[in-house]
């Protein structure tokens, strides 16, 4: 693995659905996740995010996918940067969109789709699923808990095979 320093993230897993649900309704719907690219720049208002989404579609060694429902393709619901690393996929960056935290979230399952997506990406480059990321201290505990990821030593965590197929299959049938 890499010795490059990367910032320790800091998403919640509030649910593993089997796509997104509606908070309100427990409405399930399908979800699409797609890459962006410098076209899809504008889709991205600087201000209901966090992070420099750009900076990161920018970066040719890093991949942003995006994920939207099927029925409304055009709302971003959460952004994920991952790396090639050669031997494993590395998660750089993870963000719900701004309506999709705290307590008045509309969709829950945001981040584990995402997170399971990165599995999937791994598994269909050969990685068989490994996934590595750095977490927020405090949050170690809550990934092995959730994503029944691995804590390696320091921030670093992966998600080894067995939990990456175990994701993949509760977010993606085909």
């Known amino acids: 693995m890499s010795k490059t320093r990367h910032k320790p993230l800091e998403f919640i897993i509030d649910k593993l659905t089997n796509s997104i649900e509606n908070t309100s309704t427990g409405e399930v719907f399908d979800t699409a996740v797609v890459r962006m690219t410098l076209k899809n720049l504008n889709e991205i208002k600087k201000p209901d995010w966090n992070f420099d989404w750009a900076k990161e579609i920018k970066d040719k060694t890093k991949e942003v996918y995006k994920l939207t429902t099927y029925n409304n ?102």
């Not at 999709?100 to 480059?125: F, H, I, Q, T």
Request: overall charge positive; proline content about 2%; hydrophobic content about 40%.
């Open 73 to 174: 393709p055009t709302i971003i619901q959460g952004l994920v940067s991952i790396e090639d690393k050669q031997d494993h996929i590395f998660m750089h960056l993870i963000e719900s969109a701004k309506f999709n935290k705290n307590r008045d979230k509309v969709y829950l399952g945001v981040p584990g789709n995402l997170v399971a997506y990165a599995c999937k990406v791994s598994v269909d480059k050969g990685y068989q699923g490994f996934l590595a990321f750095d977490a927020k201290t405090a949050l170690i505990k809550h990934y092995q808990e959730s994503l029944y990821a691995t804590h390696f030593r320091g921030l670093r965590m992966f998600i080894e095979t067995k939990a990456a197929l175990r994701l993949i299959s509760q977010y993606f049938k085909s």
